[in-house]
């Protein structure tokens, strides 16, 4: 795999990294106004790796969804030559398994080393890995190595300027692209200078040391991307310059003063308030932004208008159809709704017919859906069916289960003595779909599926017995424990009843 286009980190206008606020909208809303580059929030490398890279074909993004259905990352064709994957991680071959992860649908690849905060540190993330440069070392450079894409990090100044540019010398040796330095001292540094100094951390209202950061620009040859402007000098889009100049800085990264208004990458100039959190709302809209995190960006932009009629509404708003009436907004909701609802709809029937022209003839279908209600505690139609072709000595079945992109549920065929059995109806989890293939199976063949209405239930006396000569040798200071093989038979087929959401 080839970088098609090397992203360029000199002379350029960034979105800087901000938890809640880089969001898919905000990105795409700063990219609108001018930003050349734009850092996603940072994301934890274990819930990364939980996620599942799923193609969203009403949205047209790539999504990464964990197992409990909730988008971590969205992205989508618009940013992906501009936009930064920023995560927090404190272990080399977890962050170049999520590098690889998300590799092909963004830019660039960023460590975080400057976040302060406790949820961070703990974790031995964020600022706290400015403590151990040999771990830096060691991130940064497997993932030169083991990606095709621009690699960069983002840290805090230490304690003083020599041990700063002493750490930037050794992270340029690594290879990165590119290096975003933020103009505050951060809390985790060490130790002993905490105890004896008592140090917290600088906050915004700590000015920036621009002396810092221009030390570091002419010590390394890399981009030094300059951050932490917004308070003491950018106020609008020509003091961009002017703190680069200050900094002596490849480019300039932005954060609270893109927060408050995404017009500061504007050249023209600021756009009107109201103007821009329509835009930022259209966004919203056409990639389904969750509303919680849509009211706290528009918070952010209201600022000191949270105390009006309108910012009062907003707070009061529960969801994204209340958000639009706040700002005016209700009737370009409702056209939008409904477009995506066609566009979901047209693309379901297509999928159907697409599954009904590959259908194979052969399989056995019926509409059934397995509800774990209707069975006793840890009986499952499963095992009523494994229990049947060992009765039978039929091979034990074999399930193939695809899952659908559009929606993302799933349908299993269940083989059983050469014959295929599937449910016509699609579930929420795989496991679902083979319950229900094997509830069609069973229902054809005339076998009992094991539901409470059936009376008594043979697997569950037969449970009952197992454990009851299990109480009684205990009793007598027997083990008669299972052979391993069994206990795993058992385990794997009564693990249904505990079926996560996809």
């Given at each position: ?149 621009p ?51 600088e ?11 221009k030390?570091i ?23 961009i ?117 590959m ?10 859906r ?11 139609p ?90 009684i ?5 027997e ?20 079926v996560?959401?996809?």
């Amino acid at each position: 795999m080839t970088v098609n286009t090397p992203l360029c980190f000199r002379g350029k206008k960034i979105l800087a990294p901000m938890v809640r606020v880089g969001t898919l909208p905000m990105r795409l809303l700063a990219l609108d106004y001018g930003a050349d580059i734009v850092y996603c929030e940072e994301l934890i490398d274990i819930k990364m790796l939980q996620c599942k890279r799923v193609i969203n074909d009403v949205l047209e993004t790539v999504d990464f969804v964990a197992p409990n259905e909730r988008i971590v990352f969205r992205t989508c064709e618009r940013e992906r030559e501009h936009v930064i994957f920023q995560m927090g991680s404190a272990d080399a071959e977890r962050a170049l398994a999520v590098a690889k992860l998300v590799e092909s649908d963004v830019a660039g690849i960023d460590i975080n080393m400057g976040c302060p905060k406790e949820y961070s540190t703990k974790a031995s993330m964020g600022a706290a890995l400015l403590s151990d440069p040999d771990k830096i070392e060691s991130i940064l450079t497997t993932l030169v190595k083991g990606i095709c894409k621009p690699v960069t990090c983002k840290i805090r100044i230490l304690p003083s300027v020599e041990d700063t540019v002493n750490l930037v010398k050794r992270i340029e040796k690594t290879g990165i692209a590119a290096i975003a330095v933020h103009g505050r001292k951060s809390l985790v540094l060490s130790l002993f200078v905490c105890l004896l100094e008592r140090k917290k951390e600088e906050k915004q209202q700590h000015p920036v040391h621009c002396d810092v950061i221009k030390a570091i620009s002419e010590a390394v040859s890399i981009p030094v991307i300059a951050n932490g402007g917004s308070h003491d000098f950018i106020k609008e889009y020509a003091d961009i310059e002017t703190f680069q100049k200050a900094t002596a800085a490849s480019s300039v990264m932005i954060a609270r003063a893109a927060m408050w208004n995404p017009s500061i990458f504007r050249k023209e100039g600021f756009c009107p308030l109201k103007d821009v959190m329509q835009d930022y709302i259209k966004y919203v809209l056409r990639y389904d932004n969750h509303y919680t995190n849509t009211k706290y960006c528009l918070c952010q932009m209201l600022r000191e208008q949270l105390e009006t009629s309108q910012g009062k509404k907003l707070h009061a708003a529960q969801t994204t159809q209340e958000i639009c009436e706040v700002f005016e907004m209700g009737d370009f909701y409702e056209e939008t709704t409904a477009i995506f609802e066609a566009k979901k709809t047209s693309l379901e029937t297509k999928m159907q017919d697409e599954d009904d022209q590959m259908e194979d003839p052969d399989v056995i279908k019926m509409a059934v859906r397995f509800d774990k209600r209707e069975y006793p505690p840890q009986i499952t139609p499963k095992m009523y069916l494994l229990e049947w072709c060992r009765k039978e000595k039929h091979p034990q079945p074999v399930y193939e289960t695809v899952q659908r992109p559009l929606d993302r549920l799933f349908c299993s065929v269940v083989t059983v003595a050469e014959r295929k059995y599937r449910s016509t109806l699609w579930d929420k989890s795989k496991k679902l779909a083979e319950q229900a293939a094997a509830i069609v199976c069973l229902r054809t063949l005339g076998v009992p599926e094991g539901k409470l209405c059936e009376g008594e239930n043979h697997l569950m006396n037969k449970r009952k017995r197992g454990d009851q000569e299990r109480l009684i040798s205990r009793d007598h200071g027997e083990d008669l424990a299972e052979p391993s093989h069994k206990k795993a038979n058992f385990i794997e087929e009564t693990s249904d009843m505990d079926v996560p959401k996809m």
